[in-house]
């Protein structure tokens, strides 16, 4: 049975009150002092390629991992005025449609970290359906979630997502699971440690 999220934290991811958790979270200080970002942000380097259309970016901690190397698209008008601030070239979903980074084949990754879990598994789907045609032929969809312990840290997730259903995802949509794993730590961590997290590559079958 799928896990229960916490009902604490902001309710709606559009609301400035989210972008202010996020940005606190980041902030953390004790963070900074053990260097709590070093592995995702190693992670993140390893696992993308080519350029990078993050969708559902947040205030862009993933685009500053990779030094800017990427395109950002999110809902909350708070979190990309955030990002923007910060150097990143990041859009609304509406804005990036009619911008001159939404060029067909153009990425070579679609990320999508921490984004599934905020949404039903349907709509998970048609999310993915509708960034396709920005991808290139060889790219890959890298697809990032919470176990359970975070998915019950966010009032805001919905919907549990693992790896049966990164495969329903992938499958509905033409696409092939090439490799989904743990990360940082073993499978099991993941009942306990909010920032285990299971990682899918998709690619174009």
Known sequence: MPPESRQD????????EYTTRLE???????????GAQAPYRWHIRRVVEGLVLDV??????????????????DPNRHSVKLARERGLTVYTAEDFRSSQDALPGRYGTILLAHVLEHIELDEAAD???SYLPFLNSRGRIVVIVPQE???????????FVGVDEIARI??????????????????????FFRHNETVGILRKS
Not at 59 to 73: E, F, M, Q, S, T
């Open 149 to 159: 312990a975070g998915f019950r840290s966010d009032r805001t997730h919905i919907a």
């Open 56 to 73: 559902g970016c947040g205030i862009g901690r993933n685009l500053a991992h990779l030094d800017g190397k990427g395109v950002g698209v």
């Open 127 to 129: 999310l993915v359906a």
């Open 24 to 34: 606190k979270l980041s902030a953390a200080r004790w963070k900074k002092l053990i």
């Open 170 to 191: 992938a499958n509905s949509n033409g696409l092939v699971v090439e490799d989904d794993y743990s990360f940082p730590f073993p499978r099991f961590t993941g009942r």
């Open 9 to 16: 934290g902001p309710s709606d991811t559009n609301e400035l």
